[in-house]
């Protein structure tokens, strides 16, 4: 059981550049979610996800797109990097919260290891 | 949004010995949820303890408990029994009982604590 996992874990480009950051999670969860992690400011929501097919946007989802195709998968994308999307970034999941159909929202989410970007 | 309040950068504390670490928290919503997370140096994200604000008493988890103040809005986490491994930067993190944001957490700043022999 792998939980979440986030690849690349490091990865260095130039402004600019694009690239995507793919998430994997084995667990079925149906929310799915990208945060940054800056220092001195701790994680805030980029973008996030209640299911396959849909996504919204969070606290700092400038210069950043999502896409959730399938399920289990949650793909965060720059189309032209920066040197402030310089990062760690963490994607996260959870199981469906819903106190209306017995299913407790005080579940954790679950956190990948983290992707150190750094942009040049 | 609800925003989440660490005011505490670092603090430090001798093995064995007990430390409290500070969070307060805005919100006008009466249903929600609160975790501290752990973040050692391999950057990851392990949850510590959580607290559902319609349960007035406290969690306990091993050496970790909360005092959890509800009017107070203050969500403070004691840790017992300092050991090295403890050292760690501590997030607080504020959960919505709505689904407005996805059930998505909005953390503080974080605290990083250290452990000294």
């Known amino acids: 059981n792998a939980g979440v996992t986030q690849t690349p874990k490091f990865r260095v480009l130039k402004t600019g550049q694009s690239m995507t950051l793919l998430c994997a999670q084995d667990?079925?969860?149906?929310?799915m979610y990208w945060y940054r992690q800056d220092p001195g400011m701790g994680l805030r929501l980029i973008h996030y996800?209640?299911?396959?097919?849909?996504?919204a946007k969070g606290e700092v989802p400038d210069g950043y797109n999502v896409s959730r195709l399938k399920k289990q998968n949650f793909l965060l994308g720059l189309e032209s990097a920066a040197p402030s999307q310089t990062s760690v970034y963490f994607c996260?999941?959870?199981?469906?919260?819903?106190?209306?159909?017995?299913?407790?929202?005080?579940?954790?989410?679950?956190f990948g290891d983290g992707t150190r970007l750094s942009i040049l | 949004a609800q925003t989440v309040t660490q005011s505490q950068p670092e603090m430090s504390v001798q093995e064995a010995e007990t430390v409290t670490l500070s969070c307060t928290y805005d919100?006008?919503?009466?249903?929600?949820?609160l975790f501290w997370y752990k973040q050692p140096p391999s950057r990851q994200m392990i949850l510590v303890i959580r607290?559902?604000?319609?349960?007035?008493q406290n969690a306990t988890e091993n050496r970790f408990s909360v005092n959890f103040q509800k009017a107070a809005k203050s969500f403070s986490l004691k840790i017992s029994d300092s050991q090295l491994g403890d050292a760690a930067m501590y997030f607080c993190?504020?959960?919505?009982?709505?689904?407005?944001?996805?059930?998505?957490?909005?953390f503080g700043k974080g605290t990083s604590l250290l452990v000294t022999p």
């Open positions: 996260a999941s959870s199981y469906f919260l819903s106190r209306m159909m017995g299913i407790r929202a005080n579940q954790p989410q679950h």
């Open positions: 667990m079925n969860h149906e929310y």
């Open positions: 996800s209640v299911g396959e097919g849909t996504t």
């Open positions: 919100t006008s919503e009466s249903d929600y949820y």
């Open positions: 607290q559902e604000a319609y349960k007035q």
């Open positions: 993190a504020y959960r919505s009982a709505s689904s407005n944001s996805g059930y998505a957490l909005n």
